[in-house]
């Protein structure tokens, strides 16, 4: 991924953020208004629920929030790959960077479906390391084995909330383990 | 945001550096300063997962001020300048005296609500009654609704001193290494 190009997919990852809240609002605005409207709720029934609506909402919005940001660190990450970093850095492992209360376990499972659907083209299959073209980052993305929570994106965290991230892997290693 | 100067000083290359054209070496100071962030990157995601004292001390859902940090890197005339975003971390460079800003105290939370929330996010989400018991210096609220009872929530402070916490980032000499290596493979290849 080129800077330009990370640039628009960080202006993309914006609108798409600011869209998506707009909707959450408006959708969970809509009964109040309506209701207001209609007479079934008072001006200060429709004002508490209002109220209420902004601070209920919150805990979802920072999870929008944080699952966007956590999206654009990894194109931020992939700006950075210049030729020295590909050369010294051939692959990626997916390792979990950010605690999470309730962390997904079933990332094996995910990294097996992914992986069959490239049969494993430059990934392992006993361990979440991969060249950083393997088509195995896209197909965690599309959720591959029927995973519906995913973002659609090559890169972490992959699924809505996810705290996973990548982490670089040396050549050696690489070599070591027989990806190149 | 945090500068963190980095000079990498590789001897052996010195001489095939000044050889390269200005454009090359500019290609090679930018080089380096993507490894250096990198390396930086990773060092803080690593560390970040591991780093939750206080809110596993508390019971409570870390801040995850360091997962969301942001590490930018530039070039100057005399080497790499890599900016780290993240709150608090000055304290891997110095101890960090923290004090409150547009308030009269600091609130350092001493129970599970109140770590990594504020006093109205407290009242706003969960709708807890601080209040604040006369004469004393901290912050409180009343459990199940007792009457009798105060739990402390966050203690009042006029400052507070954040140790120096340099293992928050690589060391300069894993920074220089780090910043040798991407220059080598720019310059010999691979």
């Known amino acids: 991924m080129t800077r330009d190009e990370a640039d628009t997919k960080l202006r993309e990852l914006a609108r798409e953020t600011a869209a998506a809240a707009k909707g959450y609002i408006e959708k969970a605005l809509q009964p109040i208004v309506a209701g207001y409207i209609a007479g079934e709720l008072s001006l200060g029934e429709a004002r508490e629920r209002v109220m209420d609506l902004a601070e ?25 790959q210049d030729r020295v970093q590909r050369e010294l850095y051939p692959a990626w492992r997916l390792v979990r960077n950010a605690w999470r209360g309730k962390p997904r376990t079933d990332w094996p499972e995910r990294w097996a479906a ?6 494993f083209e430059g990934a392992l299959q006993n361990d979440f390391i991969a060249l950083k073209d393997s088509p195995i980052w896209a197909a965690l993305g599309r959720g591959e084995g029927g995973f519906r929570d995913t973002l659609g994106d090559p890169f972490p965290p992959f699924a809505f909330g996810s705290g996973m991230g990548w982490r670089r892997v040396g050549r050696e290693e690489c070599e070591r383990l027989g990806l190149i | 945001m945090t500068e963190i100067s980095v000079k990498v000083d590789v001897p ?15 290609g090679l100071a930018l080089v380096v300063a993507n490894e250096i962030k990198e390396t930086v990157r990773e060092h803080l995601f690593s560390y970040a997962p591991t780093h939750h ?21 530039r070039t100057d005339g005399e080497g790499a300048v890599v900016e780290v ?32 929330r504020s006093v109205a996010n407290l009242k706003s989400d969960d709708g807890i009654d601080v209040f604040r018991p006369r004469g004393k ?30 293992e928050l980032l690589p060391t300069a000499a894993e920074l220089s290494a780090a910043g040798a290596a991407a220059a080598r493979q720019y310059i010999f290849g691979g």
């Open chain 2, 85 to 116: 975003g993240a709150m608090g971390i000055r304290r891997a460079l110095v101890p960090l005296t923290i004090r409150p800003r547009n308030k009269h105290w600091l609130t350092i939370p001493k129970h599970p609500l109140a770590y990594g």
């Open chain 2, 12 to 26: 052996q290359l010195d001489g095939v550096a000044a050889r390269l054209s200005s454009q090359a070496r500019q």
């Open chain 2, 53 to 73: 004292r206080t809110a596993a001390l508390l019971g409570a859902r870390p801040t995850g001020n360091l997962e969301d940090a942001t590490v930018e890197a």
């Open chain 1, 114 to 119: 992914a992986g069959a659907s490239c049969g």
């Open chain 1, 56 to 80: 209920l909402s919150s805990p979802r919005i920072d999870l929008m929030l944080s699952t966007q940001k956590r999206r654009a660190q990894s194109i931020g990450q992939l700006a950075s």
């Open chain 2, 137 to 166: 210096n901290y912050l409180a609220f009343r459990e199940n609704g007792d009457s009798k009872f105060a739990t402390v929530l966050y203690v009042l402070a006029k400052r507070a001193v954040l140790k120096h916490e340099p």
